[in-house]
Nanobody, 119 residues
Framework: QVQLVESGGGLVQAGGSLRLSCAASGRTFRSYSMGWFRQAAGKEREFVSVISRSGDNTYYADSVKGRFTISRDGVKNTVYLQMNNLKPVDTAVYYC????????????WGQGTQVTVSS
């Protein structure tokens, strides 16, 4: 069982930056692929980014490519999402998720953190 706790959300003006963190419990953090998703009000949850178990591979949704960076720290058992040049369309609740493999469905989800970007 893995527990995920997100933090770092908040209110920021367009063009600003935020860094989201997701702290994972347990001793097997490195065995999980970690992803970020977001859900805007009235919309379905969508994929944002993922980092492989080794940290060697990362993928991004086209909408955030070049602006967001995902990374992981195996010592702190934490995955980060650095978000730069934020836009109002990035406003959403951001969730981190973990899965046992580098592909397939996610097994664990955090509670989410709100990101609001004002114009």
């Amino acid at each position: 069982q893995v527990q995920l706790v997100e933090s770092g959300g908040g209110l920021v003006q367009a063009g600003g930056s935020l860094r989201l963190s997701c702290a994972a419990s347990g001793r097997t953090f490195r065995s999980y692929s970690m992803g970020w998703f977001r859900q805007a009000a009235g919309k379905e949850r969508e994929f944002v980014s993922v980092i492989s178990r080794s940290g060697d591979n990362t993928y991004y949704a086209d909408s955030v490519k070049g602006r967001f960076t995902i990374s992981r720290d195996g010592v702190k058992n934490t995955v980060y999402l650095q978000m730069n040049n934020l836009k109002p369309v990035d406003t959403a609740v951001y969730y981190c998720a973990a899965r046992h493999m580098d592909y397939g469905p996610y097994d664990y989800w955090g509670q989410g953190t709100q990101v609001t970007v004002s114009s």
